[in-house]
């Protein structure tokens, strides 16, 4: 069971990431602010690749980390936990080959297209006129076929309405539209945003300058710290 | 087994199974329509035509759609170089969970450059194989990770390291079999989930995906298809290796071709005489693999 | 080949047809499925009589293959030709969450094994039918489904009390095999029914009580 959770899990964030790349940066532009984008200061791209090739650099290198982890917690207490039992992955031949035949490939490419360069043209359209903001993917679009799936968590509701004198065949108007509920946002995470909000803005007008509020705050901390202190003893 | 042998074997295979598979499923779907049908190595032909044609980009796509036939190729000869697929060895060792993750970072690449011309049908196209890879993906990783727990590793070459020991595996594996079977034929938009030779972009799944791949790219990238198509029947034909009792490595892997074979014509047969199911009925012939692979999980973890 | 060693792999073959029932849309290849069910329930039973000895036995299986395995499948069938329903429609939950409940609610029955020490291990796909049945009952809207639920779950006690170390008496199982059939009898007539004052046979919609 738990291994068809795993499954799912990567296959969900996999899909999670197509469509968040995919709508942040693919395809035309979806808004006037959006077409006058430009990219950022170097420093601020410099610290995001940083922090991303930490991440991947994690990921693979993870047995060595644990040995690691497990060698500086066991100096620490006594019984350590038996870290170094994690499974070790066959990811270096693997990776090896995706680099060589990538490198491969890629120096290939580039070496044919110096003499025969691609052609830049229009996106295919099926002859439906130009591809514009209007018809790129959004968030809702590309998660429709799941979320009509399970529609009955979303309270999903699609409304189609043709007029016209063969309204079959030849519509004059053709409305559909698409009525999607978020549960997760409206009834978990809004309620829990709102009651962070107000308990930071009670919390923020205690600390308003009053020094007696700020040695009244250390005093109590103090003493909570002295009665716990004294439990765990 | 000598793992240079094994290495020449599967690169030797790698080249020429691929499309000698994809031109078997024509032939014999010419066959079955009453045609004389392309010759066997028509595909080869075809990738030498397309290398020779020029390129056409879209305006609009960046460097990830020119970047997407790369990684394809180059994962998926990774992966075909790590899966036991022809019945011995694999030269590289192989995991469940490498496997699986590989297979979804082709078609993460895959996705990405459909995303990235702006055409809608490429959204669609995307979208849809979103969605169905929910179920195909878990149903492939839960029905191979039902052997993995009946051999307690994750590594192939203990889960395929000889053929049946008992009944109860032989039972397992034809279970495994059935749910990697229908995995595959949704994961390569197959018959009876997408029909590879339509032209109507709207039902296209996985080619709507590469419509805007032209000449060298999509060489590449027809070659990436065909070569998935090879090792994940071949890994299916490896389960049901399973089932028979251990044999040699030669006879092992010529069973495997003709397995192979018997695939090719199982999928002409099916694109015959199947029609392609609607788009709304697709998660329910697809959720049958998940639960065939989810009892075979379950019924692995509980007898060891 | 001794008991256990069939009846083990058989069971789980029956659990897996009930699964497979679930995610059918069909109505005629559920009967179909129903009916392969519980023809190898008859043959399994047919079969444990001839080892047990016991003629009784054999008569009760072979009961349940004539009666139960081939006629009820052609009365449903018949039936639902009468009546004219070929498929459900409008389920609340679609197939694919249903099979994926179906698959969570067995793992979950096989993870917590309720009577571990005192059921053979043929108890559990036993138990798994009936949960299937019930399962199949509750997420259905034709009457006639409805009906082949419960034969399901009548499948799955039968099989419990056959493949128990001390199984029942025979006479216990026939009679609760006439009591089975009369009530189908019963509910096939009521959907005739049904149908013809409704003009369709959704449970669904049979929710208002008149006086």
């Known amino acids: 069971m738990a291994i068809s959770c795993l499954a799912l899990i990567g296959t969900l964030v996999t899909s999670c990431f197509i469509r968040t790349i995919g709508i942040a940066f693919q395809g035309r532009p979806r808004s006037a602010a ?68 990538a490198a491969a490939v890629t120096g290939w490419l580039i070496n044919e297209r110096s003499f025969d360069p691609a052609r830049v043209y229009i996106t295919w359209d099926c002859g439906f006129g130009d591809v514009g903001p209007r018809v790129q993917a959004t968030s809702i679009s590309f998660a ?15 409304t189609l309405r043709l007029e016209g004198l063969d309204s079959r065949l030849f519509p004059d108007e053709v409305l559909s539209e698409t009525t999607v509920d978020h549960p997760l946002e409206h009834h978990v995470y809004g309620p829990a945003v709102k009651w962070f909000d107000q308990l930071s803005h009670t919390i923020m007008e205690m600390q308003q300058g009053s020094i007696h509020i700020y040695l009244l705050t250390m005093l109590v901390t103090l003493a909570l710290l002295l009665v716990i202190g004294g439990y765990l003893q | 087994m000598n793992s240079l042998i094994s290495l020449a074997v599967y690169a030797v ?84 969970f490498l496997f699986g993750y590989l297979l979804v970072l082709a078609k993460f690449a895959t996705s990405l450059s459909a995303l990235d011309s702006g055409s809608s049908f490429g959204a669609i196209g995307a979208s849809r194989e979103t969605a169905i890879s929910l179920f195909s993906e878990t149903a492939m990783i839960a029905a191979l990770a039902a052997i993995a727990l009946h051999s307690h590793s994750s590594s192939f070459s203990v889960m395929f390291a000889s053929g049946h020991r008992s009944l109860y595996a032989a039972a ?20 009876p989930f997408d029909d590879p030779t339509t032209h109507l972009e709207l039902t296209m799944i996985h080619e ?27 890994i299916t034909a490896r389960v049901i290796l399973l089932m028979l ?60 | 080949m001794s008991i256990s060693l069939t009846t083990e792999p058989v069971s789980a073959l029956l659990a897996i047809l009930a699964l497979w029932m679930i995610g059918v849309t069909q109505y005629h290849t559920t009967v179909v499925l129903f009916g392969i069910q519980t023809t190898i329930v008859g043959a399994l039973a047919a079969w444990i009589g001839w080892e047990h000895k016991e003629p009784m036995l054999i008569g009760v299986g072979a009961a349940v293959i004539l009666l139960k395995g081939i006629g009820a499948p052609l009365y449903l069938s018949y039936a639902a030709r009468k009546i004219g329903c070929r498929r459900e429609r409008g389920l609340a939950i679609a197939p694919p969450i249903q099979l994926f409940v179906a698959g969570a609610a067995i793992a979950l029955l096989a993870l917590s094994h309720p009577f571990r020490g005192e059921l053979p291990t043929t108890a559990m796909p036993s138990i798994d039918i009936l949960f299937l049945g019930m399962l199949f009952m509750v997420t ?15 499948n799955g006690i039968f099989l419990f009390t056959v493949t128990l170390t001390h199984p029942m008496p025979a006479l216990i199982d026939m009679g609760v095999l006439m009591d089975v059939l009369a009530g189908t009898m019963l509910a096939g007539m009521l959907a005739f029914r049904i149908n013809n004052a409704f003009e369709h046979i959704d449970v669904a919609q049979l929710t208002e009580l008149h006086g």
């Not at chain 1, 060595?64 to 500086?72: D, G």
């Not at chain 1, 350590?80 to 994690?86: E, F, H, R, T, V």
């Not at chain 2, 990436?224 to 994940?232: D, P």
């Not at chain 2, 003709?258 to 012939?285: D, H, K, M, S, Y």
């Open chain 2, 172 to 191: 397992l594996s034809g279970l495994v079999a059935t749910a990697l079977w229908m995995a595959s034929m949704a994961d390569l938009s197959r018959m």
């Open chain 1, 34 to 101: 959006a077409e006058k984008a430009h990219e950022v200061a170097s420093g601020m791209r410099a610290s995001q690749i940083i922090l991303s090739c930490a991440c991947v650099g994690l990921g693979l290198c993870a047995p060595w980390m644990l040995r690691l982890e497990s060698f500086v917690i066991g100096q620490h207490f006594a019984s350590g936990p038996p870290l170094s039992s994690a499974w070790t992955l066959p990811l270096g031949s693997a990776i090896f080959t995706v680099l060589v035949v």
């Open chain 2, 208 to 234: 709507a995906q590469v419509l805007e791949n032209s000449g060298r790219n999509l060489a590449i990238v027809e070659f990436a298809t065909a070569l998935r198509t090879v090792v994940l029947i071949g």
């Open chain 2, 13 to 96: 295979n790698i080249v020429f199974a691929p499309l000698l598979l994809i031109g078997a499923i024509r032939k014999m779907k010419a066959i079955l329509q009453g045609r004389q049908g392309p010759p066997l190595w028509q595909s080869f032909l075809d990738i030498t035509k397309l290398l020779h044609k020029g390129e056409t980009v879209s305006a609009t796509a960046y460097w990830s759609f020119n970047a997407a036939p790369v990684i394809n190729i180059s994962v998926l000869t990774a992966v075909a170089l790590m899966t036991p697929w022809l019945g011995i060895r694999s030269p590289i060792a192989g995991d469940l």
């Open chain 1, 144 to 158: 429709q076929p799941v979320v009509r799936m399970f529609g009955t968590l979303f309270n999903y509701a699609h």
């Open chain 3, 140 to 154: 259905r809207r034709l009457a006639v489904s409805q009906i082949i639920g419960f034969l399901v779950l009548e």
């Open chain 2, 245 to 304: 009792p251990p044999l040699s490595h030669i006879v092992q892997y010529l069973v495997t071709i003709v397995l192979l074979a018997l695939g090719a014509a199982t999928i002409a047969v099916c694109e015959t005489t199947l029609v392609r199911l609607r788009w709304r009925r697709l998660p329910n012939l697809l959720s049958f693999a998940v639960s065939a692979a989810m009892v075979a999980c379950l019924v692995a973890a509980l007898r060891g």
